[in-house]
């Protein structure tokens, strides 16, 4: 009898412990998966989610493992009957409560019991301390009889982390729209103010703070504010810093005391801009300089901005004017360098695709370059490249010619050939160079001529096979061309070509080149002297010519040639040498021709005559018949003349 009584005291501690256990692992399930809900919903917004799900995943598997292991642990059928069997009975309305002989650790805590505050007024209606009160699944098991009472119900307890993780889960859905509306309120409500000037800096616990003046504040509201505070302010800032270099070059040149400049790490950006501001103002000296060591053979050689900015930090530190001066004309040197090899690069690029572009419209089988060496200068962007005359407004000119030779061989029957047919001589050796002296009138073969492509009558008509250049020239002259290859006496060179006009429009176009101080009008007066007819103007349109310089001691001369237009108003323009012109040379033509001013004056007979050549071309020669009068529109004696040649006139005209 002592032993089963023993039994069943033993079962009566067992069985409620276990029962206790298994409720609590429940609950610790339940807190766990409803912790996992709410954690997936606000996936989106935690960035230690992942984290925190494999967390929770271990607990939950804990949480199975310890259940299995609680099965295993079930107290048998027959103790739960024999405790039953022990138990006194109660009456109606009774609620037991332990004996004071059960041992104390019997009696759970109010905290493992499930007790809370809100259940202390029906506890003490029921004459119960917290720490006895017996809820249903807690502690020992208790009896009693009628309905359950709200008291009779275990309140379930919550932790940090699910009140954490459900306060977030309801939230998530409104913090974006509150967060826009918040920072508008907070816009409404926060009071901005914008700095106007930065006057002071000084040392604060190891960091910099500046002297800051408020917009529309006076001088007794300025704060000291450290660089985090001074948002939005670079300007500001770097205007600062510009004035603390600036008294510091003023004080190296007056011997007085030197003013340090503040190097904020925050702001080092700023200080190197200052610097460059303050110190960088090169002269077109300058750049001519650095251009002239772009070019040469042996370039200055350019430091990394790293090593840029060592320099100008020696600079700011030191307090020696020599070193200080010497960082200085380094930084220049350098900076300006930097700068012209990126502007030529630019340059270079737009050199390049000018003249790809003008080489593409360029019918001459001869290859035409484009250089400047000396300045940043592009080419004219209101040029248009043309190969051939055209007629402008009021002027015709005419195509198709009236005659022509029925030479096979005109070389060999040059006394039937066009130029004898014109009352002329003809023109070319067999090298397809001049033999006639300067004046005469040239006829080449046109197109009603049986002869074939390959005559050597037809040079200007064929166009430019000399190889020339573009390019800025180094005294102030503008573009000029200058000779790719070596370039033989009686060579034909180019055609000038453009805008045929009438001698109206070309008096109205010359006030205009007048007041520009220049022009690139050509009188076409062969027969009529100054009663011309027609002009060409190459000023927006034309060839290579437009860019053919004057010079009192010309290396080229313009011949009147005819080819299909027989029109004797209208003769075309060549330019051939008359002198062998070197590789490199610039090519030049004199814009007032330099004939005799009595030439008028000849008659019409001798103009289609040649006189004996003596081997050279004497431009002054009273002998030698009219040429084109060449370029007007400029203001006589009023235009400088920049050829530098030994017997240059001072002027144009």
Same mark, same amino acid.
């Given at each position: 009898?002592?032993?089963?009584?023993?039994?069943?005291?033993?079962?009566?501690?067992?069985?409620?412990?276990?029962?206790?256990?298994?409720?609590?692992?429940?609950?610790?399930?339940?807190?766990?998966?409803?912790?996992?809900?709410?954690?997936?919903?606000?996936?989106?917004?935690?960035?230690?989610?992942?984290?925190?799900?494999?967390?929770?995943?271990?607990?939950?598997?804990?949480?199975?493992?310890?259940?299995?292991?609680?099965?295993?642990?079930?107290?048998?059928?027959?103790?739960?009957?024999?405790?039953?069997?022990?138990?006194?009975?109660?009456?109606?309305?009774?609620?037991?409560?332990?004996?004071?002989?059960?041992?104390?650790?019997?009696?759970?805590?109010?905290?493992?019991?499930?007790?809370?505050?809100?259940?202390?007024?029906?506890?003490?209606?029921?004459?119960?301390?917290?720490?006895?009160?017996?809820?249903?699944?807690?502690?020992?098991?208790?009896?009693?009889?009628?309905?359950?009472?709200?008291?009779? &119900?275990?309140?379930?307890?919550?932790?940090? /982390?699910?009140?954490?993780?459900?306060?977030?889960?309801?939230?998530?859905?409104?913090?974006?729209?509150?967060?826009?509306?918040?920072?508008?309120?907070?816009?409404?409500?926060?009071?901005?103010?914008?700095?106007? &000037?930065?006057?002071?800096?000084?040392?604060?616990?190891?960091?910099?703070?500046?002297?800051?003046?408020?917009?529309?504040?006076?001088?007794?509201?300025?704060?000291?504010?450290?660089?985090?505070?001074?948002?939005?302010?670079?300007?500001?800032?770097?205007?600062?810093?510009?004035?603390?270099?600036?008294?510091?070059?003023?004080?190296?040149?007056?011997?007085?005391?030197?003013?340090?400049?503040?190097?904020?790490?925050?702001?080092?950006?700023?200080? &190197?801009?200052?610097?460059?501001?303050?110190?960088?103002?090169?002269?077109?000296?300058?750049?001519?300089?650095?251009?002239?060591? &772009?070019?040469?053979?042996?370039?200055?050689?350019?430091?990394?901005?790293?090593?840029?900015?060592?320099?100008?930090?020696?600079?700011?530190?030191?307090?020696?004017?020599?070193?200080?001066?010497?960082?200085?004309?380094?930084?220049?040197?350098?900076?300006?360098?930097?700068?012209?090899?990126?502007?030529?690069?630019?340059?270079?690029?737009?050199?390049?695709?000018?003249?790809?572009?003008?080489?593409?419209?360029?019918?001459?089988?001869?290859?035409?370059?484009?250089?400047?060496?000396?300045?940043?200068?592009?080419?004219?962007?209101?040029?248009?490249?043309?190969?051939?005359?055209?007629?402008?407004?009021?002027?015709?000119?005419?195509?198709?010619?009236?005659?022509?030779?029925?030479?096979?061989?005109?070389?060999?029957?040059?006394?039937?050939?066009?130029?004898?047919?014109?009352?002329?001589?003809?023109?070319?050796?067999?090298?397809?160079?001049?033999?006639?002296?300067?004046?005469?009138?040239?006829?080449?073969?046109?197109?009603?001529?049986?002869?074939?492509?390959?005559?050597?009558?037809?040079?200007?008509?064929?166009?430019?096979?000399?190889?020339?250049?573009?390019?800025?020239?180094?005294?102030?002259?503008?573009?000029?061309?200058?000779?790719?290859?070596?370039?033989?006496?009686?060579?034909?060179?180019?055609?000038?070509?453009?805008?045929?006009?009438?001698?109206?429009?070309?008096?109205?176009?010359?006030?205009?080149?007048?007041?520009?101080?220049?022009?690139?009008?050509?009188?076409?007066?062969?027969?009529?002297?100054?009663?011309?007819?027609?002009?060409?103007?190459?000023?927006?349109?034309?060839?290579?010519?437009?860019? /053919?310089?004057?010079?009192?001691?010309?290396?080229?001369?313009?011949?009147?040639?005819?080819?299909?237009?027989?029109?004797?108003?209208?003769?075309?323009?060549?330019?051939?040498?008359?002198?062998?012109?070197?590789?490199?040379?610039?090519?030049?033509?004199?814009?007032?021709?330099?004939?005799?001013?009595?030439?008028?004056?000849?008659?019409?007979?001798?103009?289609?005559?040649?006189?004996?050549?003596?081997?050279?071309?004497?431009?002054?020669?009273?002998?030698?018949?009219?040429?084109?009068?060449?370029?007007?529109?400029?203001?006589?004696?009023?235009?400088?003349?920049?050829?530098?040649?030994?017997?240059?006139?001072?002027?144009?005209?």
């Amino acid at each position: 009898m002592n032993e089963t009584k023993a039994d069943a005291n033993a079962a009566e501690i067992q069985i409620p412990a276990l029962g206790k256990l298994k409720n609590l692992v429940s609950q610790l399930e339940d807190v766990i998966k409803s912790t996992k809900d709410a954690a997936n919903d606000c996936k989106a917004d935690i960035p230690t989610f992942e984290k925190l799900s494999t967390e929770l995943n271990q607990c939950e598997k804990g949480c199975k493992s310890i259940v299995q292991i609680l099965n295993l642990l079930d107290v048998p059928d027959d103790k739960e009957k024999l405790i039953k069997a022990e138990a006194p009975s109660l009456t109606n309305g009774e609620i037991a409560v332990s004996s004071t002989s059960s041992p104390a650790n019997m009696t759970p805590p109010a905290s493992e019991a499930g007790y809370d505050d809100d259940l202390a007024p029906m506890a003490s209606k029921l004459g119960l301390t917290p720490s006895r009160i017996s809820l249903q699944n807690s502690g020992k098991k208790r009896y009693r009889r009628g309905p359950k009472t709200v008291f009779g &119900h275990k309140k379930k307890r919550k932790n940090l /982390i699910t009140n954490y993780i459900e306060k977030a889960s309801s939230d998530v859905k409104v913090v974006k729209e509150e967060s826009e509306e918040e920072k508008e309120n907070e816009n409404e409500n926060e009071e901005e103010f914008e700095v106007e &000037h930065i006057l002071d800096y000084k040392r604060k616990q190891g960091g910099l703070v500046y002297q800051v003046r408020w917009r529309n504040y006076n001088a007794d509201d300025d704060t000291w504010e450290p660089a985090e505070n001074l948002t939005g302010c670079g300007d500001v800032y770097r205007d600062f810093l510009q004035q603390k270099i600036r008294e510091k070059i003023n004080a190296f040149s007056k011997g007085t005391k030197i003013t340090e400049v503040p190097r904020d790490p925050k702001w080092v950006a700023l200080l &190197h801009e200052a610097f460059q501001r303050e110190i960088f103002h090169p002269t077109e000296s300058d750049w001519q300089e650095a251009i002239s060591k &772009h070019n040469s053979a042996k370039p200055l050689k350019l430091k990394s901005m790293k090593e840029l900015h060592d320099d100008m930090d020696k600079a700011l530190v030191t307090t020696v004017k020599i070193k200080f001066d010497s960082y200085v004309k380094n930084v220049v040197e350098q900076l300006t360098f930097m700068k012209c090899k990126d502007r030529r690069e630019i340059q270079q690029a737009e050199l390049r695709t000018w003249e790809r572009n003008i080489n593409k419209l360029c019918n001459d089988p001869a290859k035409l370059e484009v250089e400047n060496l000396v300045d940043y200068d592009l080419p004219p962007k209101d040029f248009r490249y043309i190969n051939a005359s055209f007629a402008g407004k009021g002027v015709t000119i005419p195509t198709d010619p009236v005659v022509g030779c029925e030479c096979t061989d005109c070389i060999s029957c040059q006394k039937e050939c066009c130029p004898k047919q014109a009352g002329s001589h003809f023109a070319y050796n067999r090298y397809h160079r001049l033999k006639i002296s300067l004046g005469t009138a040239i006829y080449e073969c046109n197109s009603l001529c049986k002869c074939g492509p390959d005559c050597h009558n037809r040079v200007v008509q064929k166009g430019r096979r000399t190889n020339l250049c573009i390019f800025k020239t180094a005294n102030s002259r503008g573009w000029g061309v200058k000779a790719k290859e070596n370039i033989k006496k009686d060579t034909f060179l180019t055609e000038y070509v453009g805008e045929v006009i009438t001698t109206a429009e070309a008096e109205r176009r010359g006030k205009i080149y007048d007041a520009r101080g220049c022009t690139y009008l050509f009188d076409l007066d062969i027969n009529s002297g100054d009663n011309n007819e027609y002009v060409i103007d190459a000023a927006k349109v034309g060839n290579v010519s437009h860019f /053919i310089n004057h010079s009192c001691d010309p290396n080229l001369v313009v011949y009147n040639v005819w080819v299909d237009c027989l029109d004797p108003e209208l003769p075309r323009l060549a330019l051939f040498a008359v002198q062998d012109i070197k590789k490199g040379e610039e090519l030049t033509f004199d814009y007032n021709s330099g004939l005799p001013t009595n030439q008028d004056e000849i008659s019409d007979d001798v103009l289609l005559t040649t006189p004996v050549r003596n081997g050279s071309i004497d431009v002054t020669d009273s002998n030698y018949i009219r040429t084109p009068k060449s370029l007007r529109g400029l203001q006589t004696g009023k235009t400088k003349c920049s050829c530098g040649a030994k017997n240059c006139r001072g002027t144009f005209f």
